[in-house]
């Protein structure tokens, strides 16, 4: 694989960069994309059914029974060679923050550490709809369920309300301080990866923008065309677990 000359020095010279990631960085591990699942199985729902509290409380087991489909993948999949590039890359360069708007543990099972900023919560956290006391999962990974399958969720021990998955949804606010943090690290970086992400979902999506305002190089990796690409310095077309490995490689023994 070619890269372009200048896209290797920004790297090269870079001491901050941040990583934003998307559902395309976990699509080798097994997991759909959610545009993908939304095309496939789930294709008769559409993102606010799933994925808002209103979808919620007018059909709780059929929200529940979507994300209890995609936890079952998730606790099935292992990271990828793109999940294990970043956590590499880490080690490359002086500082590097991690932002994703996955709601699995990939990065962190590759090796990325615990101070990964994640802008819609986290899959294995559920909490009650009610009171929004967490609640623990039974131990074990269940059968995956067919995709389309309802499930009743839990009810919470202490007040009995329906347990929610810990992620966050259409007209929910972002986990208390992540995007605060995201856009500073933003707003301080050199270089701003943005992998496998459609762009679509704010404020999410805004980060590349708040990046490339402030004069870092903004580097997309993605198989196809986003609303990202007239913002992005560079485009690099294909998959993340191809790519990302590939450009390390290459970038360990650049001379500038
Ligand atoms: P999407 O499903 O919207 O987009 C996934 C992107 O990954 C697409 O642009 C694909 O082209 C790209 N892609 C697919 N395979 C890839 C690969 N192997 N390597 C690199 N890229 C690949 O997922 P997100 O952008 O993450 O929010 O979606 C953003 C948010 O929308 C999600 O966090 C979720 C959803 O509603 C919430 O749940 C709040």
């Known amino acids: 694989m070619i890269f372009d000359g200048s896209l290797l020095t920004h790297l090269h010279n870079a001491r901050h960069i941040v990583v934003f990631t998307g559902a395309g960085v976990s699509a080798e591990s097994g997991i759909p994309t959610f545009r993908d699942a939304q095309t496939g199985l789930w294709t008769h729902h559409d993102a606010t059914d799933l994925a808002s509290p209103q979808g919620f409380q007018r059909d709780p087991a059929l929200v529940w029974g979507w994300y209890e489909w995609r936890r079952m993948k998730v606790l099935r999949a292992e990271p990828n060679p793109a999940h294990l590039a970043i956590a590499d890359l880490a080690g490359q360069v ?53 995709g389309g399958r309802r499930i009743e969720p839990p009810r919470c021990s202490h007040c009995n309300g329906r347990i929610r998955p810990g992620v966050v949804w259409f007209n929910e606010s972002l986990p208390e301080g992540a995007w605060a943090k995201a856009k500073q690290a933003g707003g301080d970086c050199d270089v701003l990866f943005s992998v496998g992400t459609s762009s679509l979902v704010w404020p999410a999506a805004l980060l590349p923008g708040i990046a490339a305002q402030r004069g870092a190089t903004v580097i997309q990796v993605n198989p196809d065309e986003t609303d990202l690409d007239d913002v992005a310095h560079y485009n690099l077309r294909g998959k993340a677990g191809e790519l990302l490995p590939a450009l390390l490689d290459v970038l360990r023994k650049f001379v500038p």
């Open 94 to 146: 002086e500082r590097l923050t991690l932002v994703t708007q996955n709601v699995d543990d990939l990065h962190e099972r590759a090796g990325s550490g615990d101070d990964i900023i994640h802008l819609h919560g986290s899959i294995h956290q559920p909490r009650c709809f009610a009171c929004a006391r967490p609640y623990a999962y039974p131990a074990g990974i269940p059968d995956e369920p067919e």
